[in-house]
């Protein structure tokens, strides 16, 4: 069955450091795959997505992720963190019709 | 509005009781998502509709989890006889759909269903 598994829970960090969040996937087909991000009390918004073509692509706010097909990861990396950054952070997979398949989610704090 | 829409935002009713909670997509949204997120999870997948149909209904919990699209752009979660453990925030979602997985899904701000 398609999964995805986020590897940290919780994650805290000063200004200024950098950030690399895991995700794996489970699924052998073609795969779109997506970071998104809920800040204290909004919905989930998008962060970036990654569907073909370069695997390092880019998204806003200075985020970046990295699809590593024999990895079946799509990590989250930033190189500097802000204090506005705290978030919880939730890696999906997209296949097929449409059906997407959420990780658990993280939670990043990061102190001033 | 612009974004997705929920109603309502905060929903408390007794155990065994029936519940509907509305989702209104993004105007010309062709598909339509209903997720179910309980505390320190991620969005759990229910059900997803293109256009008026169920295109894939596997994530429904149970037969107590109906869903509704009757018109192709309004949709309405109905929940039968609750459940304490049906407690959540209750996510809609909506895009352009298609079959290549491709378009992000927009979410609406989510129902928080309490069953007491």
């Known amino acids: 069955a398609q999964s995805v598994s986020q590897h940290n829970h919780h994650v805290i960090l000063s200004e200024a450091a950098s950030l690399e969040l895991g995700c794996n996937y489970s699924y052998g087909g073609t795969v779109n795959l997506f970071w998104y991000v809920q800040y204290p009390g909004q919905h989930l918004q998008l962060l970036l997505k990654y569907f073909s073509g370069d695997p390092l692509v880019k998204g806003i706010k200075g985020f970046e992720a990295e699809f590593i097909k024999s990895k079946f990861s799509f990590n989250l990396r930033k190189p500097s963190v802000q204090w506005s950054d705290t978030a919880e952070y939730f890696c999906?997979?997209?296949?097929?019709?449409?059906?997407?398949?959420f990780g658990a989610g993280t939670r990043l704090t990061v102190k001033p | 509005g612009a974004g997705v829409s929920q109603t309502p935002s905060n929903k408390v009713t007794e155990k065994g009781k029936y519940v509907e909670l509305r989702c209104d997509p993004i105007s010309g949204h062709t598909a339509l998502y209903w997720y179910r997120q309980s505390l320190g999870q991620g969005p759990e997948f229910l059900i997803y509709?293109?256009?008026?149909?169920?295109?894939?209904d596997s994530g429904l919990p149970n037969d107590r989890f109906f869903a509704v699209r009757p018109e192709g752009s309004v949709s309405t979660l109905k929940i039968q006889r609750t459940e304490r453990g049906d407690s959540a925030v209750y996510l809609c979602a909506s895009n352009f759909g298609g079959t290549r997985g491709n378009q992000p899904q927009h979410f609406g701000d989510g129902t928080r269903l309490s069953i007491l």
């Open positions: 999906a997979l997209a296949y097929n019709n449409n059906d997407m398949r």
């Open positions: 509709f293109q256009g008026t149909g169920a295109a894939d």
